[in-house]
């Protein structure tokens, strides 16, 4: 039976010690909670290396829709929130979960369908692109998930007079996931889709797909970032989280979101400087 | 009870699977010797020998046993996956480990296997492997010695060392109860002998007498059965 | 087939990040399977073994936790392990720990359940002889666990399985963070999230030749022991 002893043994410490590891020699460490967008864009891989390089601060990026991210910081789960919806991050404040909200970046949302454009929307202002898509009701996919995007989209419904609820059908897929699953939904079906530029530009399964509305003052994407009020949640690294925020909006910070490119493309616009200390 | 059984069942009833195997099962067995117990299958004979090992739990009735330890052999050897040597041991928890190992020893010696003790006990061939059981068996030193058809899968050869091994533990003094279909064993090993049929004990005698002079119409039938070529049922 | 070659050639000049990935994978489902042996198997074999009333349920219970969907684990894992949860001060939420407790929750029933399968069919032919030996019930599970031990090392790989392919529950409760919970099933579905299938494919492969990797590696070892003891 010695054998048995033995196996247990080596189990045992297996388990101890696979349980035991990460726990050791842990760099201080934030959770920043965030959106799909900036996660699957590239922007923290290409930025936080640069913060870690300068403060020995690892952060720790869970990506999820914005509502989401901002639920899994009123669990007190995140120390750090960047989202991008703006009525959502003030309410968010309102109920005393951060005590401030700072501009940090704006990129935009495009207008995506394919390239043969059957509802003729190319180059018209979003109100009238999106009266048109009810109109001649082609597939759209709107990602059905809380996030940034899919409050902007509704936004977008909603401001130009049209009534979701009765005009959507069997064209309008609500896919309920994240902005690269959607893409590929619209990818595979030939449909149109309201996307940050961020994910776009870095999405490579395009199929037919391509850009049909920009560039329209509506389309405008700004993320805010906050600190989790110590006060709603003891367990928030206020010291470590509130230097992440400060880097983020300061001269150093901006530069570094500015400098985030694809194919020569830059894909956030810094605008914390007005509110930079 | 008396001072010379070993055994005694009073009016013992177990249903099994609401089927009634032991039907008011009474019987005596001896201290000392071999018992025998036979009969056709379905008798009760297993069953009743689990419930003298306490095994099964009777119905009704009423068994005592006088015997510290006991020790149970079954028609195919259980034997775990490990060496022989492992197999004895496993019996043997309360004792130190060097007598353990001493009895593992003495009890692979006397049934001839002391050269396999690391082999493993299930690449044995099958009359070893019963002859392990008997070891493992022999390794308690048994007051009490039951066995269920020990020899029913062996060849001749396997079956007389197994037959002498038996032979030499009941003169060491243990009872021993053997559960045979083997008449011939029976006559060669058995200093008594129970008949059990329908769940009851038919008869109960010395094998020779039985086997001569059946009393009982079940027994006659029986031995009908089992050694066509006489003729107790057209005697009667 | 582009993408096929693409794939190769993505798969030749994997980096260390995917290396670190794998190796985190590796490492949450192989100690996650250890807990769940060491519980499962001993929970499994007594269940198999003790006759107590209520047995058949559990038994039941088992078998149908067997499929325990990942998801369910870690949504209930996640609300637990929160901060806002009972076990919330641990601040175990987005750490490899509560990956692995997550996938111990899910290899424990199925092992639990499968120790009890084979551990009841060692019980018919043994179960007898070693209650007649007088054995405690905890004693005979042991025994029976021994002589079944090549059979548990299928119950181990079928957890292990279970463990490093499902991503509902990593998920959930380690957020696919970059660098420090993201496994390789989490990362598989980001690249296809992000639209890169042919890396996507590559992690993939990768993740198919370690769940090989690991089952001829036990297989070698069954072979190695059973050669003994068959």
């Keep these: ?155 977008a419904w909603k401001d130009s007079g049209i009534d979701l609820a009765a005009a959507r059908g069997d064209w309008y897929r609500d896919v309920g996931q994240g902005m690269g699953p959607a893409l590929n939904t619209a990818s595979a079906l030939g449909a149109y889709i309201l996307a940050d530029r961020g994910t776009w530009l870095s999405f490579k399964n395009r199929g037919d797909l391509t850009i049909l509305v920009q560039g329209d003052p509506r389309l405008f994407n700004p993320y805010g970032v906050m600190l989790v009020n110590a006060h709603r949640h003891p367990t928030v690294k206020v010291k470590e989280g509130q230097t992440f925020v400060d880097w983020l909006i300061s001269p150093e910070g901006q530069r570094a979101i500015a400098s985030y490119k694809i194919d020569g493309e830059q894909l956030f616009f810094p605008s914390a400087a007005q509110t930079a200390k | 009870m008396s001072a010379t059984s070993a055994i005694q069942l009073d009016a013992v009833s177990l249903s099994l699977g609401g089927r009634p195997v032991l039907d008011r099962l009474s019987a005596k067995i001896a201290l000392g010797g071999i018992t025998a117990l036979v009969g056709p299958n379905g008798a009760g004979k297993s069953v009743t020998l689990r419930v003298i090992d ?70 044995l061939s099958g009359g070893e492997q019963q002859r392990l059981a008997l070891a493992r068996a022999w390794a308690i030193e048994p007051d009490l010695l039951l066995l269920d058809e020990p020899t029913a899968s062996l060849d001749p050869a396997a079956t007389d060392i197994v037959e002498g091994l038996v032979t030499e533990m009941a003169r060491d003094g243990a009872t021993v109860v053997l559960v045979s279909h083997n008449l011939g064993q029976v006559a060669r090993l058995a200093g008594a002998m129970i008949v059990l049929a329908g769940g009851r004990a038919v008869e109960q005698g010395a094998p020779h007498q039985i086997l001569l002079k059946p009393r009982t119409p079940e027994t006659r039938a029986y031995l009908a059965g089992e050694l066509p070529w006489t003729s107790f049922a057209a005697a009667s | 087939m582009p993408i096929l070659h693409e794939t190769l050639l993505r798969l030749w000049t994997l980096d260390r990040d995917v290396i670190a990935i794998a190796w985190l994978s590796l490492r949450v489902s192989l100690t996650a399977v250890s807990i769940g042996l060491l519980v499962g198997i001993p929970l499994g074999a007594l269940v198999a073994v003790a006759r107590f009333p209520g047995c058949g349920i559990l038994t039941g219970l088992l078998n149908a936790f067997m499929g325990l969907p990942p998801v369910i684990v870690g949504l209930v894992l996640y609300l637990v392990l929160s901060r806002s949860g009972p076990l919330g001060s641990l601040g175990l939420l987005f750490t490899p720990s509560a990956m692995i407790a997550a996938q111990a929750t899910l290899a424990t029933p199925l092992v639990a359940a499968l120790t009890r399968q084979v551990v009841a069919d060692a019980e018919i032919h043994l179960g007898e002889q070693l209650r007649s030996l007088g054995l405690s019930a905890p004693r005979r599970a042991g025994i029976l666990i021994y002589d079944v031990r090549f059979s548990l090392v ?37 690249e296809t999230q992000k639209g890169d299938l042919s890396l996507a494919l590559a992690l993939g492969l990768l993740l198919m030749g370690l769940v090989v990797a690991v089952n001829a590696v036990a297989a070698l070892l069954r072979g190695y022991a059973a050669k003994a003891y068959g």
């Design chain 3, 154 to 190: 299928t119950a181990a790989l079928a957890a292990f399985g279970r463990a490093i392919s499902e991503i509902g529950a990593v998920l959930v409760v380690g957020g696919n963070i970059a660098g420090h919970t993201r496994t390789m099933t989490t990362a598989i579905s980001l």
């Design chain 2, 54 to 123: 306490g095994l099964l739990r009777p119905d009704s009735g009423t068994v005592r046993i006088a015997a510290r330890r006991r020790a149970f052999v079954f028609q195919t050897p259980a034997l775990i996956r490990a060496s022989a040597a492992a197999n004895i041991a496993l019996a043997l928890r309360s004792l130190s480990r060097r007598a353990r190992a001493a009895r593992v020893r003495d009890a692979l010696a006397r049934v001839g296997l002391q050269d396999r003790a690391e082999d493993a006990a299930t690449r």
């Design chain 1, 1 to 155: 039976m010695d054998l048995l002893r033995r196996g247990l043994l080596t189990l045992s410490l297996a388990a101890i010690l696979g349980a035991a590891s990460p726990a050791c020699a842990e760099p201080a460490s934030i959770v920043v909670a965030s959106t799909t967008s900036t996660e699957q864009s590239g922007l923290f891989k290409h930025i936080l290396p640069m913060f870690k390089d300068k403060t020995g601060i690892d952060v720790k990026v869970v990506a999820l829709g914005t509502g989401q991210a901002l639920d899994s910081a009123r669990r007190g789960d995140a120390d750090v929130v960047l989202v991008h919806d703006r009525p959502a991050e003030d309410k968010f404040v309102a109920e005393g979960f951060a005590e401030a909200r700072h501009d940090v970046m704006y990129n935009d949302f495009v207008l995506i369908g394919p390239a043969s454009d059957p509802a003729r929307i190319k180059g018209l202002g979003v109100l009238e692109a999106f009266r048109q898509l009810a109109a001649a009701k082609p597939p759209f996919v709107s990602r059905g998930d809380r996030s940034g995007t899919h409050s902007a989209e509704l936004r």
